[in-house]
């Protein structure tokens, strides 16, 4: 198994140490941030020592859609554009070879700073589900798993907290993409 580093590495993603001061990171940082929202500072600073820091250019590609990554990132300055694909990733990429045509892509959503991206795959290690593109530059803490199991093992109130809030942020997603698929069906 790769380590963290390594794969943000293969990510095209470069280190630049960890998020030291994490509730220091902007004005009304942790209470903008849906994910950190209800951590105090002391809590958001030990978050912030197990995550690490990354930059990423306007355009790069920080999450690919179809590709393997055990781990999430927090959105700390920037925005992000995530996409899906409208074809299955390996029927699409065959098709984009024989025609040379860029795939064809749906906006999911347009995330800031405070969003967590990636977390699906850091709980259940399935390929990404979507693509996540910088729109401008982009600061982002990340979280792989390993690194979690030992922050509830070093940490377990915030770790177990962590667990929490990243379970209401996707049950609060899959709400919303059942309203939606509500709102389709009645059409």
């Keep these: 198994m ?6 943000l590495d293969i ?3 470069k280190v630049q140490g960890c998020c030291q001061g994490l509730s220091t990171y902007g004005p009304d940082f942790l209470q903008t941030s849906q994910l950190l929202q209800d951590f105090t500072p002391a809590e958001a600073d030990i978050l912030g020592a197990s995550m690490l820091l990354i930059h990423a250019a306007p355009g790069q590609v920080m999450i690919r859609e179809g ?10 300055k920037g925005t992000v554009d995530v996409t899906k694909r409208l074809e299955p990733v390996a029927g699409a990429a065959q098709a984009d070879a024989e025609t040379g045509a860029e795939p064809a892509v749906s906006r999911i959503a347009v995330v800031r700073r405070g969003a967590a991206v ?4 850091m709980l259940d290690s399935e390929p990404r589900y979507a693509t996540c593109t910088a729109i401008e530059a982009v600061e982002a803490g990340v979280w792989g798993r390993h690194e979690i ?3 509830i093992r070093d940490h377990p109130g915030v770790g177990a907290k962590l667990l ?7 049950a609060q997603r899959l709400r919303n993409t059942s309203n939606q698929l509500v709102k389709l069906l009645r059409r």
Excluded: C, H, R
Aim: charged fraction near 20%; hydrophobic fraction near 55%.
């Design 11 to 13: 990510a095209g993603l």
């Design 149 to 151: 199991a030992l922050l």
């Design 118 to 121: 990636g977390d699906m795959s």
């Design 67 to 76: 590709e393997f990554g055990d781990w999430m990132m927090v959105i700390l």
């Design 2 to 7: 790769k380590t963290l580093e390594e794969q």
């Design 164 to 170: 929490v809030k990243i379970t209401q942020m996707m």
